[in-house]
């Protein structure tokens, strides 16, 4: 049945992170974003909000909750209104832990899940995205080939959420020459594994990222997601994709809500500007593209947790919000003018978060 | 619940209607290029489909929401074709406007008559409060005297009757304006001609004249002879009428965009272009990159139409969302079908196939039921907090 209406409880997780962005998020993302770095407090503040381990099975720790990409979707969104950086920083771990709670192997589950139920935040991550021009996430250049029992993990990967710190990454390699993608959890310490943290990125500087470089690094078989079966490595990505789109939304509305108030203060020509066509219908296509956009995220993260193929769904919602969310930005600057280009307003802030969101696959995930 | 997924029951409807429509896009090239036929009220094929109506027998409390199902079941009947209907519906948009203004007794007069609306003049349009038409009482007769000429009147050759906008005082400006119904053979009342347009040319758009025009006292609908103070709540009330008339339209042109999509996306697989949705921009050709772009566009476009209907289903206000899904659908039709061509070159220009046809029909989108220009006034007026004198 077609519905727009979040439940009950959706809403109450809704209001409740608009108010968090409001009050946790907001008030540091200046300074994080100028210092490129997240607060410790900040992670550990953020980690009480319970949003990875309410998803994790009671029986490795955690609160056993349905897990819900819609809901993860919504608050996503809200998250990444406050600062995109930050909320993919106070998500990060759920990066590694979901696609364990979704494709690992019991051994797997019994091992890994409880490191997310503690009281303190617990930094784990995905490496999806490779070094160089042209990345595609279905034509991945990293290869993992089997090596008796284990396999040789090789290749490059970049934009590594929270690298300088996680102590595991869930790693998507093609496996054994073929196209064929699965994903292996390599722990911080493996021999050949190298790190080069922090990058130094265009946007979402609050968030630390890192490039891993795997030389002939060693795995056992039971590094493999998932185990004999393997995992869906295309679900991960539509996951992907979905909470990606669902950033974006977030900061569409930040700039939205912004350039409103400061459009109908600023004069020019003896009226407010927002009083003249040009300004006016700039504003009201971006109110017509959040939502647009919203939607289509909503519809794709309502077949991942209906469990259906969501493939076509979260491309079609990558595409769409990363343009949109591109053209409000861009927007956002041109109605602030000479004020949208300086650091004292957010505006080239939300400018620079959404050109860096909108190319890097993997940083987040419903 | 947040949900997406059609029922069986949605499904088994939707297919139906598909079948139907698929039947009458064979007639559609027949009369786009015949335009002075109309296509007849029921195909010879129509004994083999049920009306529409009944398909919806049996449909439970987890079906999707009528609202929404008749935003589908505009798109899927379009998708066949803009005109040519398996049965003509009937009423028109004169109905609607009789049902939100008309007194209880006018309702029960007119309501079996097919009525269409007329607005549009020669000199007025998006603004309807520069309408120069006018209604003078005579009171020795008790009649209104109608001036004036109305174009792009929709189902206006074969409607019976018109609900028509005028002026009782042009000094009044918008408050002045009052509707009025007036039927078929009232002396003075001519249809003048059936326009001829770029698309939609079996649709029936008329042209009226008024020349002196005299019609019964008691046909102004809602009955109200006075004219309002301050801005019209009437006028406002007829205004409302578009609130689910607009996402319908928007509804109507992205079924033309799906056609278009549908068959450009054949076109190009047959001629050996891949399109999936599992690569990015880096691993498909520069063509299906933008097919996909263009599927976008109708996904986000179709969306904000189901969202505004469903809110009017939930029973919960959708003045905004009405015009968004409007303004998002009318632009997101022109984009879809201009770019559909573009991707199959020659071919797509070509009047072998209906392509063409689908980019002129669809064009319309954007104009009619208020232009795109007019909803984002809509749009902004309401998100700035902004009076219409505040912002025009």
């Not at chain 1, 950033?247 to 407010?272: N, T």
């Not at chain 2, 029921?42 to 999707?64: V, Y």
Request: charged letters at 25%.
């Amino acid at each position: 049945m077609i519905s727009f209406g979040p439940t009950e409880e959706q809403e109450v997780a809704q209001s409740a992170m608009r108010e968090f962005a409001a009050s946790a998020i907001r008030p540091i993302a200046r300074r994080s974003d100028e210092e490129s770095r997240v607060p410790e407090d900040f992670l550990e503040q953020s980690w009480q909000l319970g949003l990875v381990a309410t998803q994790i099975p009671e029986a490795y720790g955690g609160a056993g909750e349905a897990r819900s990409p819609i809901t993860n979707a919504l608050v996503l969104e809200e998250l990444a209104f406050g600062d995109a950086g930050l909320a993919l920083a106070a998500t990060a771990p759920a990066l590694f832990a979901m696609p364990v709670v979704e494709f690992g192997s019991e051994a797997q589950k019994c091992e890994l899940l409880p490191l997310f139920c503690g009281d303190r935040f617990h930094a784990a991550s995905l490496a999806l995205a490779e070094p160089g021009p042209a990345f595609e996430p279905t034509a991945l250049r990293t290869k993992a080939e089997r090596k008796g029992d284990g396999f040789v993990l090789s290749g490059a990967k970049c934009f590594v959420p929270l690298a300088d710190r996680a102590s595991h990454f869930l790693v998507l390699a093609r496996e054994n020459g073929g196209d064929a993608v699965q994903a292996y959890v390599v722990p911080r310490d493996a021999a050949g594994l190298s790190i080069d943290a922090p990058e130094k990125n265009l946007g979402l500087r609050a968030l630390p990222t890192g490039t891993l470089s795997f030389e002939r690094v060693e795995l056992p078989a039971a590094a493999r997601l998932g185990g004999d079966a393997g995992c869906d490595a295309r679900r991960i990505l539509d996951l992907v994709r979905t909470a990606q789109s669902a950033a974006l939304v977030g900061v569409s509305r930040a700039v939205m809500e912004y350039a409103i108030p400061y459009a109908k203060d600023r004069e020019a020509f003896d009226e407010a500007i927002a009083k003249k066509q040009a300004i006016a219908f700039t504003l009201a296509d971006m109110r017509i593209e959040v939502d647009a956009m919203r939607w289509l995220v909503w519809q794709a993260a309502s077949r991942l947790e209906n469990g259906l193929d969501a493939t076509r769904e979260a491309q079609l919602a990558r595409l769409y919000c990363a343009r949109q969310a591109m053209k409000i930005a861009d927007d956002g600057v041109q109605v602030l003018g000479g004020h949208g280009f300086i650091r004292e307003h957010p505006v080239e802030l939300w400018y620079r978060s959404v050109r860096t969101l909108g190319v890097v696959d993997g940083a987040a995930l419903v | 619940m947040i949900d997406f997924t059609f029922t069986e029951h949605d499904k088994k409807v939707l297919d139906a209607v598909r079948a139907e429509a698929l039947v009458c896009r064979g007639y559609a090239r027949h009369y786009d290029e015949n335009e002075h036929e109309f296509p007849p009220d029921e195909l010879p094929e129509a004994k083999d489909f049920p009306p529409t109506m009944s398909l919806f027998a049996g449909r439970g409390k987890d079906d999707t929401s009528l609202g929404v199902m008749s935003m589908m079941l505009a798109a899927a009947q379009s998708w066949g074709d803009y005109s040519v209907r398996m049965r003509r519906g009937k009423g028109g948009l004169g109905n609607a406007a009789l049902r939100a203004a008309g007194t209880p007794e006018q309702q029960k007069q007119w309501g079996h008559l097919t009525l269409a609306m007329a607005i549009t003049e020669p000199g007025c349009g998006s603004d309807p409060s520069r309408v120069q038409m006018t209604a003078v009482l005579d009171a020795a007769t008790n009649e209104w005297v109608l001036n004036g000429e109305k174009i792009f009147v929709t189902t206006g050759c074969r409607a019976d009757g018109v609900v028509v906008w005028a002026t009782i005082d042009k000094a009044a400006g918008r408050a002045g304006i009052k509707s009025f119904l007036v039927e078929k053979g009232a002396p003075g009342f001519v249809v003048a001609h059936k326009e001829k347009k770029l698309g939609i040319r079996a649709d029936d758009t008329a042209a009226y004249v008024f020349k002196d025009c005299r019609i019964p006292r008691g046909n102004l609908l809602g009955g109200n002879e006075e004219i309002p103070k301050e801005s019209s709540g009437g006028f406002r009330g007829v205004m409302k009428t578009f609130n689910m008339t607009r996402p319908a339209v928007a509804a109507i042109g992205l079924g033309i965009a799906q056609a278009a999509l549908d068959f450009t996306r054949e076109q190009l697989q047959a001629a050996g272009v891949a399109i999936e949705y599992g690569p990015g921009a880096a691993g498909q050709s520069a063509l299906a990159q933008r097919f996909l772009e263009l599927e976008a566009l109708y996904e986000a476009a179709m969306l904000t139409v189901l969202r505004a209907a469903w809110l009017s289903d939930a029973g919960k206000s959708n003045n905004l969302e009405s015009s968004i899904c409007k303004a998002k659908g009318g632009a997101a039709v022109r984009e879809i079908t201009q770019g559909c061509i573009e991707l199959l070159g020659p071919m797509g220009a070509s009047r072998e196939h209906l392509l063409e046809k689908w980019f002129r029909d669809v064009r319309i989108t954007d104009i009619y039921e208020g232009t795109g220009q007019i909803q984002r006034l809509i749009i902004a007026r309401d998100i700035l907090g902004y009076g219409r004198d505040e912002l025009k």
